[in-house]
Protein backbone atom coordinates (compact mmCIF):
# COMPACT_ATOMS: atom_id res chain seq x y z
CA UNK A 1 0.00 0.00 0.00
CA UNK A 2 1.19 3.41 -1.06
CA UNK A 3 2.64 5.27 2.09
CA UNK A 4 0.60 8.32 1.98
CA UNK A 5 -2.59 6.26 2.13
CA UNK A 6 -0.82 4.72 5.30
CA UNK A 7 -0.35 8.16 7.19
CA UNK A 8 -3.99 9.45 6.04
CA UNK A 9 -5.00 6.12 7.71
CA UNK A 10 -3.21 6.90 10.81
CA UNK A 11 -4.57 10.30 10.74
CA UNK A 12 -8.44 9.17 10.32
CA UNK A 13 -7.53 6.37 13.11
CA UNK A 14 -6.08 8.96 15.00
CA UNK A 15 -9.57 11.42 15.02
CA UNK A 16 -11.44 8.10 15.97
CA UNK A 17 -10.03 7.74 18.91
CA UNK A 18 -9.88 11.04 20.03
CA UNK A 19 -12.10 13.01 22.08
CA UNK A 20 -13.78 16.03 21.16
CA UNK A 21 -16.90 18.13 21.73
CA UNK A 22 -18.54 17.26 18.68
CA UNK A 23 -18.83 13.39 17.61
CA UNK A 24 -17.67 12.41 14.53
CA UNK A 25 -16.26 10.01 12.17
CA UNK A 26 -13.70 10.41 10.10
CA UNK A 27 -13.07 8.75 7.08
CA UNK A 28 -10.61 9.17 4.37
CA UNK A 29 -11.70 9.90 1.04
CA UNK A 30 -10.09 10.61 -2.98
CA UNK A 31 -12.20 13.05 -3.41
CA UNK A 32 -14.74 14.36 -0.80
CA UNK A 33 -17.69 15.27 -2.95
CA UNK A 34 -21.17 14.71 -1.03
CA UNK A 35 -25.06 15.99 -2.20
CA UNK A 36 -25.61 19.13 0.09
CA UNK A 37 -28.79 17.30 1.58
CA UNK A 38 -26.17 14.87 3.20
CA UNK A 39 -24.74 17.33 5.12
CA UNK A 40 -27.05 17.97 7.83
CA UNK A 41 -24.43 15.24 9.78
CA UNK A 42 -20.92 16.34 10.59
CA UNK A 43 -18.62 15.91 8.02
CA UNK A 44 -14.89 14.72 8.55
CA UNK A 45 -12.70 13.81 5.30
CA UNK A 46 -9.39 12.74 5.48
CA UNK A 47 -7.44 13.31 2.07
CA UNK A 48 -4.47 12.60 0.90
CA UNK A 49 -2.79 16.02 -0.50
CA UNK A 50 0.58 15.90 -1.37
CA UNK A 51 4.77 14.36 -1.09
CA UNK A 52 7.28 15.99 -0.80
CA UNK A 53 11.02 14.68 -0.76
CA UNK A 54 14.39 15.73 0.17
CA UNK A 55 17.60 14.92 0.75
CA UNK A 56 18.45 13.71 4.30
CA UNK A 57 22.01 11.96 3.74
CA UNK A 58 23.76 10.22 0.95
CA UNK A 59 21.34 7.48 1.34
CA UNK A 60 18.28 8.76 3.17
CA UNK A 61 15.33 10.85 2.11
CA UNK A 62 13.30 13.28 4.00
CA UNK A 63 9.36 12.09 2.64
CA UNK A 64 7.16 14.67 4.07
CA UNK A 65 3.36 13.38 3.39
CA UNK A 66 0.27 16.49 3.56
CA UNK A 67 -2.65 14.65 4.63
CA UNK A 68 -5.80 17.48 4.70
CA UNK A 69 -8.44 17.54 7.14
CA UNK A 70 -12.05 18.68 5.80
CA UNK A 71 -14.49 19.62 8.17
CA UNK A 72 -17.98 19.97 6.94
CA UNK A 73 -21.80 21.03 7.85
CA UNK A 74 -24.73 22.60 6.84
CA UNK A 75 -25.67 25.33 9.45
CA UNK A 76 -27.85 28.16 9.78
CA UNK A 77 -25.67 31.30 8.89
CA UNK A 78 -27.85 33.97 10.93
CA UNK A 79 -26.16 31.88 13.98
CA UNK A 80 -22.31 32.20 15.18
CA UNK A 81 -22.79 29.82 17.81
CA UNK A 82 -23.04 27.26 15.25
CA UNK A 83 -19.67 28.27 13.73
CA UNK A 84 -17.93 29.11 16.30
CA UNK A 85 -18.69 25.54 17.51
CA UNK A 86 -17.40 24.40 14.35
CA UNK A 87 -14.38 26.77 14.64
CA UNK A 88 -13.57 25.53 18.24
CA UNK A 89 -13.59 21.76 16.48
CA UNK A 90 -10.64 22.88 14.10
CA UNK A 91 -8.71 23.87 17.13
CA UNK A 92 -9.25 20.72 18.92
CA UNK A 93 -8.27 18.77 15.64
CA UNK A 94 -5.53 21.22 15.04
CA UNK A 95 -4.52 20.35 19.33
CA UNK A 96 -5.01 16.94 18.81
CA UNK A 97 -2.31 16.09 16.19
CA UNK A 98 0.12 18.57 16.94
CA UNK A 99 3.52 17.54 18.00
CA UNK A 100 2.08 14.30 18.56
CA UNK A 101 3.13 10.88 16.81
CA UNK A 102 0.42 8.75 14.94
CA UNK A 103 -0.21 5.56 17.03
CA UNK A 104 0.52 2.33 14.79
CA UNK A 105 3.05 4.80 12.68
CA UNK A 106 5.42 5.98 14.87
CA UNK A 107 8.30 6.61 12.29
CA UNK A 108 6.01 9.02 11.01
CA UNK A 109 7.14 12.88 12.80
CA UNK A 110 4.75 15.36 12.71
CA UNK A 111 5.74 18.31 10.67
CA UNK A 112 3.46 21.10 10.83
CA UNK A 113 -0.32 22.16 10.76
CA UNK A 114 -1.70 24.68 8.14
CA UNK A 115 -5.57 25.88 8.20
CA UNK A 116 -6.44 27.29 5.14
CA UNK A 117 -9.17 28.34 4.14
CA UNK A 118 -9.97 28.79 7.76
CA UNK A 119 -13.82 28.68 6.77
CA UNK A 120 -14.82 28.91 2.80
CA UNK A 121 -16.85 32.39 2.83
CA UNK A 122 -18.68 31.24 -0.51
CA UNK A 123 -19.54 28.11 0.80
CA UNK A 124 -21.28 29.69 3.35
CA UNK A 125 -22.69 32.43 1.02
CA UNK A 126 -24.15 30.43 -1.40
CA UNK A 127 -24.95 26.84 0.46
CA UNK A 128 -24.73 27.55 3.92
CA UNK A 129 -22.09 24.68 4.10
CA UNK A 130 -19.20 25.36 6.57
CA UNK A 131 -16.23 24.48 5.42
CA UNK A 132 -12.78 24.46 6.50
CA UNK A 133 -9.61 22.50 6.13
CA UNK A 134 -6.36 21.77 7.91
CA UNK A 135 -3.61 20.47 6.13
CA UNK A 136 -1.22 18.29 8.53
CA UNK A 137 2.23 17.18 7.60
CA UNK A 138 4.32 14.57 8.64
CA UNK A 139 7.77 13.22 7.97
CA UNK A 140 9.45 10.25 7.02
CA UNK A 141 12.80 9.53 6.76
CA UNK A 142 13.77 6.32 4.44
Known amino acids: MSTIIIVADAVAASLNAGSFSQ ?3 AA ?8 LSDMQALRVSVVPKSVSIAS ?9 F ?10 NTNDPVEIDALMDLMDEIADHLRLKRLDGL ?6 SIGHEPVFAAEHLDQQRLFTSVLTVTYRIRK
Open 23 to 25: TFT
Open 28 to 35: RHYQPSFE
Open 56 to 64: ATRQHSFFD
Open 66 to 75: AIDIGVQQKI
Open 106 to 111: PEAAWL
